[in-house]
């Protein structure tokens, strides 16, 4: 199993609070994603770093900020939580080459609770 | 727009039957057609990478085919298991501008059952 671990797994929280999701890989891969599940919806694109410092903004971006510090760690913030924010979030790296081209590797997801 | 469908949204299925998993693409330029299993509670795991230039991969009991010409895919399922119940996504990814783009399906619930 690739390495990456996402904390916490689970949280519920209230409107308004400031929410930090975690993702941290032991691979050493250059890109790294977080992703939303909802259903009837397929998994999309928050928010991708490609490198240290290097974040860029997906499909879905909107009330999410990123960071990546370190290669390590990829950090995923909602500054102010909504409702509409309650979703299970994936994190998920790829290896060296293009941005996307590569295998992608899942974590175990965060389930996120908005009241 | 991209988009990827898959059907049917659920099956059941009894243990030791096969069975067909279909997903229907509109992606372009097309780069390559992922499938994946994901079991519940847990992130998705890789079960095979199809290029434009291959039309079938098969990973243990999982097949997949590829029809780049009518834009569609299976996942052909042999001798089923409990453990396969687990829901299955389809991903398209589209190639451009030094990037590539990802579009996933809904998925397809898998249920066998004893």
């Known amino acids: 199993d690739a390495g990456i671990t996402q904390s916490p797994r689970h949280k519920v929280t209230e409107t308004g609070t400031p929410v930090t999701l975690r993702c941290h890989q032991t691979?050493?891969?250059?890109?790294m994603y977080w992703y939303r599940q909802d259903p009837g919806h397929g998994l999309r694109l928050i928010h991708y770093?490609?490198?240290?410092?290097?974040?860029d903004k997906g499909e879905v971006s909107d009330g999410y900020s990123v960071s990546r510090s370190k290669t390590e760690d990829f950090l995923l913030t909602l500054e102010s939580a909504t409702s509409s924010q309650t979703s299970v979030y994936f994190c998920?790296?790829?290896?060296?080459?293009?941005?996307?081209?590569?295998?992608?590797?899942f974590g175990e997801g965060s389930r996120l609770t908005v009241l | 727009k991209n988009q990827v469908e898959q059907s049917p949204q659920s099956l059941i299925i009894l243990e030791g039957k096969n069975c067909t998993l279909q997903?229907?693409?509109?992606?372009?330029?097309?780069?390559?057609l992922r499938w994946y299993k994901q079991d519940t509670g847990r992130g998705p795991v890789s079960l095979t990478i199809m290029t434009f230039s291959e039309n079938t991969k098969s990973n243990g009991r999982y097949t997949a085919t590829l029809d780049a010409d009518t834009k569609q895919s299976s996942l052909h399922i042999t001798a089923s298991q409990l453990s396969d119940s687990a829901s299955y996504i389809c991903?398209?990814?589209?190639?451009?501008?030094?990037?590539?783009?990802?579009?996933f399906g809904k998925g397809t619930k898998l249920s066998v059952i004893p």
């Open positions: 991903v398209v990814t589209a190639s451009g501008a030094g990037s590539y783009q990802l579009t």
């Open positions: 691979e050493n891969h250059r890109y």
């Open positions: 997903c229907n693409y509109t992606v372009s330029p097309f780069s390559n």
């Open positions: 770093s490609y490198g240290v410092k290097d974040t």
């Open positions: 998920a790296i790829s290896g060296p080459g293009t941005r996307g081209a590569g295998e992608l590797f």
